[in-house]
């Protein structure tokens, strides 16, 4: 009987982010309009780096995978989202709930290294110019791209262990509109002081590490961009970590939030308020940003649409 008991949660219920009928169709089109764009944007900055010689360098072969791992990303969750909101009901079995776990938790901390690799990119390029060619090569883009995502597979991989080894004997309603640990967690029947620990530890390693990177990298990019002589130089190099910054801080700011900082129960939708931002708006965001003053992308665009048009004519 005890261990019928414990295991007697087939499915959670996810409450998604509100129950108003008219409202749930209205997030369906928005969250279907965001989802669409996500897809497009990511997908063309792949396809412009693929086709334009001139984008095939270490910056833009960090960014194709991070275009990709977005795309992974929307998908492994926006769909379900949408579906949800449509039929009005968050049923989700406990198995697709550990997929779905799995999946974000990978992406995230994917995310999280490979801003921090785009970091060192930028101050290899702008502090050591002269041997950038030689350190930034294919094999070292390979083994840190490799290692992006590699280790957040693995750390998701005892995230979901580590969540699911607990009973979960009711009640199964959840309170977010995707499965993801911190609030899974608070449904379990037992002491999740330990899961929590290992939960916050890997956090830390895999958030706060390249975190650590990205503010020593650009704390040397600074030193060295005050000491140029050329007031050109200085701006071509603030212009081009700036995109990079703007990126990190919307989403290292909601991803600490969510994982390294406690949770006052006084707030119980701020855990699916902070998800929006960084499982909605920053994969949308995210290639806008990096493109939108960009010239080597522009002028990609106009050479596939030249292409394009000439195809056409003949």
């Known amino acids: 009987m005890g261990a019928e008991n414990v295991t007697s949660v087939r499915e959670f219920i996810l409450m998604g982010l509100t129950n108003h ?11 279907l309009i965001i989802y669409s764009l996500t897809v497009l944007v990511n997908l063309t900055i792949i396809i412009l780096v693929r086709v334009d010689s001139r984008l095939q360098t270490p910056m833009y072969y960090f960014l194709t995978h991070l275009s990709c791992l977005e795309i992974c990303y929307v ?166 970590c700036a995109s990079h910054l703007l990126v990190v801080t919307m989403f290292y700011g909601t991803v600490i939030s969510m994982y390294m900082i406690p949770h006052s129960d006084s707030a119980p939708d701020r855990d699916k308020q902070i998800a929006v931002f960084y499982v909605v708006v920053t994969p949308l965001l995210n290639p806008i940003i990096y493109t939108l003053r960009n010239k080597d992308v522009h002028g990609a665009v106009a050479l596939v649409l030249r292409r394009w048009g000439f195809e056409q004519k003949t």
């Open 21 to 31: 009928r008219k409202t749930q169709i209205l997030l369906f089109v928005v969250i």
């Open 75 to 240: 998908t492994s969750t926006l769909p379900q989202m949408m579906a949800h909101l449509l039929a009005g009901n968050g049923r989700i079995p406990v198995i697709r709930c550990m997929l779905q776990m799995n999946v974000a938790l990978t992406m995230g901390g994917a995310e999280c290294l490979l801003l921090g690799a785009m970091a060192y990119d930028r101050y290899m390029a702008i502090c050591h110019p002269l041997i950038y060619t030689i350190a930034m090569d294919r094999w070292c883009q390979l083994q840190l791209v490799l290692a992006s995502w590699t280790i957040p597979f693995v750390v998701s991989v005892i995230y979901v262990v580590c969540t699911f080894r607990l009973p979960f004997c009711g009640p199964n309603h959840v309170n977010h509109f995707f499965c993801e640990v911190p609030v899974v967690l608070k449904l379990a029947c037992a002491d999740t002081q330990v899961t929590e620990a290992i939960v916050f530890g890997l956090a830390a390693l895999v958030v706060a590490f390249p975190l650590l990177v990205i503010l020593n990298s650009y704390g040397l990019i600074l030193h060295s961009v005050l000491h140029m002589r050329s007031t050109a130089h200085q701006r071509k190099a603030f212009s081009t």
